[in-house]
């Protein structure tokens, strides 16, 4: 299965919540996936319409060695909660 594929079985699409370190909460920025040296990256535009310095951000999810954590927050514990709200991590 190719990285693509195995990322929309896995969940990944714009707006899911990821976390890539304890203290920070991110979102998917688009559903345009691409794979380059190995890493898996997510762009909000397709490649052929990305003009600006804007438009070429990505989300690395799959660096090559593991995937970037999706993010539940109706499941998240108490401790992550607490944690979260001490840390001021935004979770609209």
């Known amino acids: 299965m190719d990285l693509i594929t195995e990322a929309k079985e896995r969940g990944y699409r714009k707006g899911v919540a990821i976390r890539y370190v304890p203290h920070a909460i991110d979102y998917v920025k ?7 040296n190995g890493e ?6 397709p490649e052929h319409e ?4 804007d438009d070429f951000r990505h989300d690395t999810l799959f660096d090559g060695f593991k995937w970037v954590k999706i993010v539940n927050l109706s499941k998240r514990t108490q401790e992550q909660k607490t944690f979260d709200d001490m840390h001021d991590v935004g979770c609209e």
């Open 40 to 45: 898996l990256k997510a762009y909000a535009k």
């Open 50 to 53: 990305r003009k600006c310095f």
């Open 30 to 36: 688009g559903n345009y996936f691409e794979v380059e």
